[in-house]
Structures are given as structure tokens and as C-alpha cells.
């Protein structure tokens, strides 16, 4: 079952659109959504309804979390006054099916989370912190998202614990293979603020059966984003970012 797997979208209605378009010549039978619809860019509605006419299943965000929770919160700063300003506008329907996200999902041999399977919140962006994740979890594809870099973790048991590697995904198609052993911490790249220095947005598709994953990157109009900014008054470093996948 070929799996189209999304993540960090955060508002970014223009991203979210090209790389929809550029998976649309691949065959797919469902979509995972590793979290994070919402939060820094203004489209936050528009993102939701699509993940919804998708089908997606999903994964809670930490920028999902804290919109939800607003009331409680005593965030300070842009991020959260963006939060604010979406929670404002969100349909309810949209909120509804955001505050239905668990933390994981999973089935037969994968996980998806947000951030690590031992924390939701945790960034797996070094090799310890991939090694502890891998621990934490007995799946062999384990999909995650939360750091805005798109590469993979993979995992072979040695004398003394696991082997683990990093492969980035920086080029415009990025296949990874499984060998029978090995196990795969797999992050596809952010849709909506990737920050590898790569300044294109990433998503993956996973042909379960083949043990294979592709990772793509996918340049869209960050021009159009910036207008969108500009015109919701977020704050200048947002869009300037996008020039420089940072």
C-alpha cells in the first residue's frame, strides 16, 4: 500500500498545493500526516480542509497542540500570536478533526509521531537522540517529523547496541532501500518550512510492501507566500526564510 507521508505543513497553503501536484503522477493509496498544519503561515484553514478531503489520518503537532490550547497557555512571542490569530479564524469542523489527532498511530511494523516515539516533543536531529528513539519503539519504519530536516535514521543491531546512520534528503528524488535487518527513523521534510538549507519543500512516499521509501523535493512559488504574509501583517523573517530553507 504506497503511503503519500506529510509533514510540518504549518499554513502553508502555496507548499502544501506543489507538492500535492508533483505526487499526483504517483499512485498512492493513503495519506499519513506527521503533524504540525498550523502555525507561521496564514492558511491554516485551508490546510486542514485539504488534509481532510485527503483522507489524511494524522499525528498532533506541537504548533497543533498549542493552538488547542490557547486558553491555558501563557506563551509569549510571534509564534504564539500566530497561533492566536489562526485559532481566531479556524472553522469549527477544522478544529474539531485537529483536536481529534492522537500522539501516534500505527500498524503492522511502522509508527508515525511527531517528534520522537519516546516524547512527541522531542527533536531526533542527532544520532544519540536517534539511537534512544529507536529504543523506544519496536517498528521497523518508524515516521516522524518536527525538525524540518528531511533524511532518515537507519538502524542495524550491533554486539553492543544498534548502528545508526543519517542519509539527508536533499536532492529532488531520494530513494531509500530497507536491507532485512535494518529498521528506518524516517523524517520526509517539512511541506511548509523546510530548514536543511535546502529551500524546497519535502514529502515521501512509502511502498510498504517493497520495504522502499522515496523522498522527494519540490520547489513552489514562495513569492505567492510572502504576499500572503505580508498581507496577514506576520512578522518579515518568515518568508525570508523560505528563500533560504532555514
Avoid at 499519513?32 to 483522507?55: S, T
Avoid at 542519509?167 to 531509500?176: D, I, S, T, Y
Wanted: charged letters at 25%; a negative charge.
Amino acid at each position: 500500500m504506497p503511503t503519500l507521508l506529510l509533514s510540518d505543513i504549518h499554513g502553508n497553503i502555496v507548499a502544501l498545493e506543489a507538492v500535492l501536484a508533483h505526487a499526483s503522477g504517483r499512485d498512492y493509496d493513503r495519506v499519513i500526516f506527521l503533524g504540525d498544519a498550523v502555525g507561521y503561515y496564514p492558511d491554516g484553514n485551508a490546510v486542514i480542509e485539504k488534509l481532510r478531503a485527503l483522507g489524511a489520518r494524522g499525528v498532533m503537532g506541537n504548533h497543533d497542540a498549542w493552538l488547542l490550547t490557547l486558553d491555558v497557555l501563557e506563551g509569549e512571542g510571534y509564534v504564539f500570536d500566530i497561533l492566536r490569530w489562526q485559532a481566531e479564524r479556524l472553522d469549527p469542523e477544522n478544529r474539531a478533526w485537529l483536536a481529534a489527532l492522537p500522539w501516534s498511530i500505527g500498524g503492522e511494523g511502522w509508527l508515525a509521531v511527531h517528534g520522537s516515539p519516546c516524547d512527541p516533543f522531542t527533536y531526533v536531529d542527532e544520532l544519540e537522540i536517534a539511537r534512544e528513539a529507536f529504543g523506544c519503539s519496536e517498528a521497523r519504519w518508524i515516521f516522524h517529523g518536527h525538525t524540518h530536516l528531511a533524511g532518515a535514521y537507519t538502524a542495524l543491531d550491533g554486539p553492543t547496541g544498534p548502528w545508526v546512520r543519517h542519509k539527508a534528503f536533499a536532492e529532488a528524488r531520494n530513494p531509500l532501500k530497507l536491507g532485512p535487518k535494518a529498521r528506518a527513523l524516517v523524517n520526509p521534510g517539512s511541506v511548509g518550512q523546510p530548514r536543511d538549507g535546502v529551500p524546497l519543500a519535502g514529502y515521501a512516499i512509502w511502498y510498504e510492501e517493497k520495504d522502499e521509501l522515496e523522498a522527494f523535493r519540490v520547489e513552489y512559488d514562495i513569492k505567492a507566500v510572502e504576499e500572503r504574509v505580508r498581507r496577514a501583517g506576520f512578522p518579515a523573517p518568515l518568508y525570508q526564510r523560505l528563500y533560504q530553507g532555514r
